[in-house]
């Protein structure tokens, strides 16, 4: 009976992490949540009833564990060093460490170029992760290099951390220590930080502290709550196994024991290809789902790695080289309030401009009042400013130091700053708003600014500073006003001259005919994001229907719930939402009223989810996906076995890899265009 139980179990192992490696690693899962928690389940009910089979990497094991009374410290057999970090990331940095190198190996210069592997540096925190015959038997810290700490427990949470390795048991090194870095992706720390604000809690200062902060928790519970990820790039101790030869062929063969590998990395023939790697991740930097701190050149071949070893604390076959922080200090000024399109009051610090994130910033949000007093910053503070990927720079927190103590404390205003109506905080919410609504200039200035939005109806040119000028001198009052704007009118106005207003003119002409869903869009009816207006209109077909909708008609919309129908038809219910909607058909607005049931055109991509990477030769990726999606396909972010088709331009980099790993079709734009004819 026991026998053929813990047959079972291992088998459940085996499948579970299977499945685990393929949501976790490579993002595409086979099974669906339920059937994993179904395997999952019968696991637990095994070993709970039969504690001798439990094995410490049953993946049972991950969420499991007891509050700690402290870390216990670990000695790392091979010591963990660090690199010789350098902030001159100009071609000189790499053009001085390959001369270094060559030197160093005693190259003449018509000896060949050294090859390199270039790779990101992650900004997180590093991690020794102990397998012994393929098992995860610890995780320590750095520590200082020589002594680091026992984070194992926590360690177990991180999904992409198999317990155990991929591969057959024959082919297991008795001992193989990997290292590499634990890290918080934007999005999760966005998302904990979000629902911190929702409960008045305290929210995080950046990715990495939260994630170096997590791992030394001593409840496992609260590190479940703060998901991290990990990437593996070097080695500790191993032993019974063969070491590739290079660094390159070493993290080939880290990603076929199931560990995460990041896909962005070359090898590199001497300088060229190092600074070319440097331009091209410095520029796809924001795009990155986390924070890097710059790149890290590794001369490729372990050979020449053992000739050139280390100095003190450094090996010499490797360099790191920084890119402009995405933090600074700088002093806040003044404390302004600024009204969005819902009247959404935030409170904006006014800065001395400092260089963060490779732009320069003087404006940064502060989110709240109750954030802010959480972090106690005040009017002639230093203060921290973070700018990290597309997210807006926002003030962290406070640098230590005196202050006068006449320093008021800062209150949210009782009236809207530009319309006086009342400023009220709706029951429950954190959030304060300004009354006014349409009659609100601030208001009407963002929605304006929404409404002539790239992803709206699209009318270049119509800008803050033209939006300002327009309702500030009260030629403008709503959206269907813009329409009867004329060359002359524009030209009058400041900084203005007759050619840019009539390109004002042709633009405002050419967004009379946007699609439905656009449309929608560009009206800032709350709760409605692209994609739901998207859906409705894909769902409804024509304004007509879907204006006349009625909740219970709403809610038949694949992915609307009650709080978005209920908007929806609140906003539909107002009567002078219907009359600026009414005036800006009469002055010549007509959405285009395809896309909906009765759409007779072709649509070749029904049901197909496409990837696009790279930058293609004559499509931008907005242009790619519209086109896509006209043609009835769905643009997904990732690779994964449900994808259909992958769509590479130049300089497509993981994603096309991962397509290549899973057998989808890769196709260029010439292929996008034959597949959207056919
Ligand atoms: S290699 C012997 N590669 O940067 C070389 N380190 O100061 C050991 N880091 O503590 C490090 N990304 O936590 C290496 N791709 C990468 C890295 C990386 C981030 C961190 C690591 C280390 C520090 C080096």
């Known amino acids: 009976m026991t026998a053929h139980l813990a047959q079972r179990a291992t088998e459940l192992r085996a499948q579970l992490n299977h499945h685990a490696h393929l949501y976790y690693v490579l993002d595409a899962p086979e099974l669906p949540d339920a059937e994993y928690d179904k395997l999952f389940q019968e696991l637990q009910a095994i070993e709970a009833a039969h504690p001798e089979l439990l094995t410490p990497d049953s993946p049972t094991q991950r969420v499991i564990g007891a509050v700690l009374s402290g870390l216990t410290p670990v000695r790392h057999v091979v010591p963990m060093l660090s690199i010789t970090t350098e ?82 048991s024959e082919d297991m090194p008795a001992v193989l220590e990997v290292r590499g870095e634990v890290y918080m992706r934007r999005d999760d720390f966005e998302k904990l930080n979000e629902r911190q604000r929702e409960r008045g809690e305290k929210t995080f200062v950046n990715p990495r502290n939260t994630a170096a902060g997590a791992i030394r928790q001593l409840d496992p519970a609260l590190v479940r709550q703060r998901p991290m990820s990990f990437y593996a790039y070097g080695l500790g101790e191993v032993k019974g196994w063969q070491l590739p030869a290079t660094h390159a062929g070493l993290l080939d063969a880290l990603a076929a024991f199931g560990l995460p590998v990041n896909g962005d990395r070359v090898v590199a023939e001497g300088v060229g290809g190092l600074v070319k790697f440097h331009q091209a991740m410095a520029a796809k930097r924001d795009a990155l789902p986390f924070d890097i701190d710059g790149v890290v050149y590794k001369v490729n071949s372990r050979e020449l790695q053992a000739k050139l070893g280390f100095k003190t604390r450094e090996p010499r076959w490797a360099v790191a080289h920084k890119y402009p922080a995405q933090e600074q200090v700088t002093t806040l000024l003044a404390i302004d309030i600024q009204v969005g399109r819902t009247g959404k009051l935030t409170p904006v610090a006014r800065l001395e401009p400092v260089f963060v994130g490779g732009t320069t910033v003087s404006n940064a949000t502060l989110h709240n009042v109750f954030e802010m007093r959480r972090k106690g910053v ?71 600014l929404h409404f002539a939005g790239r992803r709206a109806m699209d009318i270049e040119g119509l800008g803050d500073k033209l939006v300002e ?39 405002l002409e050419k967004s009379k005919t946007p699609t439905l869903a656009r449309f929608l869009f560009s009206l800032g009816i709350r709760q409605v994001g692209e994609t739901t207006a998207k859906d409705l209109a894909r769902h409804f077909g024509t304004l007509d229907k879907l204006m006349g909708a009625s909740v219970e008609q709403l809610l038949e919309v694949p992915d609307v719930g009650p709080i978005v129908a209920a908007s929806i038809h609140t906003f539909f219910a107002q009567r002078h939402n219907v009359e600026v909607i009414e005036q800006l058909l009469a002055a010549g607005v007509q959405p285009k009223e395809s896309e909906g049931e009765g759409d007779d055109r072709p649509r070749p991509l029904l049901g197909k989810t496409l990837v696009l990477t790279g930058t293609l030769p004559t499509l931008s990726r907005d242009e790619a996906q519209a086109l896509i999606e006209d043609a009835g396909g769905k643009v997904s972010g990732s690779v994964s076995k449900k994808t259909n088709y992958v769509i590479a331009g130049e300089e497509a980099g993981s994603k096309l890899e991962k397509a290549r790993t899973l057998g989808v079709t890769v196709l260029d734009e010439a292929g996008l265009k034959a597949l959207l004819a056919s």
Request: net charge neutral; glycine share 10%; with cysteine.
């Open 87 to 168: 902030t001159d990331t100009t071609e000189g940095g790499a053009i001085a460490f390959d001369a270094r190198v060559r030197r160093e190996l005693g190259l003449s210069e018509t000896d060949p170029p050294v090859e390199y592997a270039a790779e990101l540096k992650f900004d997180g925190l590093a991690m020794n992760l102990r397998y012994e015959d393929g098992v995860l038997v610890q995780a320590a810290t750095r520590g200082d290099g020589e002594t680091g700490e026992d984070v194992t427990q926590n360690v177990r949470t991180i999904g992409q951390i198999p317990l155990r390795l991929k591969g057959r």
């Open 469 to 507: 000028q327009l309702i500030d001198a009260g030629i403008v009052q709503s959206l269907p006003g813009l329409y009867k704007l004329g060359v002359a009118k524009l030209a009058a106005l400041d900084r203005m001259a007759e050619k840019s207003a009539q390109n004002i003119v042709d633009a």
């Open 378 to 448: 005040r009017v002639g503070d230093k203060v921290v400013i973070r700018r990290a990927g597309d997210v807006i720079p926002e003030v962290v927190g406070r640098v230590p130091g005196d202050r006068p103590s006449y320093v008021p404390n800062f209150h949210m205003p009782r009236a809207c700053p530009i319309c006086k109506s009342e400023a009220a905080r709706e029951k429950g919410s954190i959030e304060y708003r300004c009354t006014g609504g349409v009659f609100c200039p601030a208001q009407r200035k963002q929605a304006m």
